[in-house]
């Protein structure tokens, strides 16, 4: 086994990347958001935003089945309750997040985490009309979201692999 690439059977076999500067420092979200939008909105948020993740260009990542697709959205959800200002739902329900190590299995380049801000920019674009986030807050969430996924990058472009 290969102690720097710990997930051989990685698609494509394509080292892992770790981006240089570590997990950024980015601002939290304020706890307005999820006073406005509670458990019951982060959830269908992200239910809209998986369903849109499934009709993707980066579909291949996500479970095939709605009831799968909507228990990975469950989970995301509980993530974002506690990123939002809630409680700390995704601890409680399943550990620690380990966010970048959970998404070590899938090759995400920079396109993969393009489409998949576009998809979530789509569904923030909609969020305070549809699941009550106060929009006055859309650019916090948007700036940490942006942020924050770089750090989940664990792929370089195919022809920087080598």
Not at 35 to 50: K, Q, V
Not at 68 to 79: E, I, Y
Not at 109 to 135: N, V
Not at 138 to 146: I, M, N, P, R
């Amino acid at each position: 086994m290969d102690i720097l690439n710990a997930y051989p059977d990685r698609p494509g076999n394509r080292p892992i990347y770790t981006p240089p500067n570590g997990p950024p420092q980015t601002d939290r979200v304020p706890p307005a958001v999820y006073e406005a939008m509670r458990e019951d909105n982060i959830t269908a948020y992200f239910h809209a935003f998986y369903k849109r993740l499934s009709q993707s260009s980066i579909a291949h990542m996500f479970p095939k089945s709605e009831k799968n697709l909507l228990r990975a959205a469950d989970k995301s959800a509980a993530m974002f309750t506690f990123l939002f200002g809630g409680p700390h739902l995704y601890q409680q329900r399943y550990g620690r997040p380990m966010m970048r190590a959970r998404h070590l299995p899938f090759i995400i380049d920079e396109p993969a985490r393009q489409e998949w801000l576009r998809c979530f920019k789509e569904t923030l674009d909609e969020a305070p009309e549809k699941y009550a986030m106060p929009a006055e807050h859309t650019q916090s969430v948007w700036k940490f979201v942006y942020d924050f996924s770089s750090w989940i990058v664990n792929a370089l472009p195919e022809s920087e692999d080598s």
